[in-house]
């Protein structure tokens, strides 16, 4: 089973930016479509972005269209999130997550592997 782990979480006012990134190990990263997910306070996880194995095909939830952007390096075994213009509902604590489907997936039980998560906290 891959190993996951994200960064570039923290604290910023609305308006902000902020780039996450996922570091990938112990699997052929470059195979398996990767996605973020995110979860707020009080409110189950829900799919942010995904991205398929060659970064060709991206798809968004809808809150985060033209805010966030969802890249990959290959080379590098890394996922990112830019993410720009933050709101404070975008406060959540952010999961990367790997699937072998080689379609972009949206569903949760399509990403058997995940990171343990990085908090982001949007203020007023």
């Known amino acids: 089973q891959g190993h996951l782990v994200e960064s570039g979480g923290g604290s910023v006012q609305a308006g902000g930016s902020l780039r996450l990134s996922c570091t990938a190990s112990?699997?052929?990263?470059?195979?398996?479509?990767m996605a973020w997910f995110r979860q707020a306070p009080g409110k189950e996880i829900e799919f942010a972005a995904a991205?398929?194995?060659?970064?060709?095909?991206?798809q968004y939830v809808d809150s985060v269209k033209g805010r966030f952007t969802i890249s990959r390096d290959n080379a590098a075994n890394t996922l990112y999130l830019q993410m720009n213009h933050l709101k404070p509902e975008d406060t959540a604590v952010y999961y990367c997550?790997?699937?072998?489907?080689?379609?972009?997936?949206?569903?949760?039980?399509?990403?058997?592997?995940w990171g343990q998560g990085t908090q982001v906290t949007v203020s007023p």
């Open positions: 112990a699997f052929t990263f470059k195979a398996y479509t």
């Open positions: 991205i398929n194995w060659s970064g060709q095909s991206t």
């Open positions: 997550a790997a699937s072998e489907k080689p379609a972009i997936q949206t569903t949760i039980r399509a990403y058997p592997n």
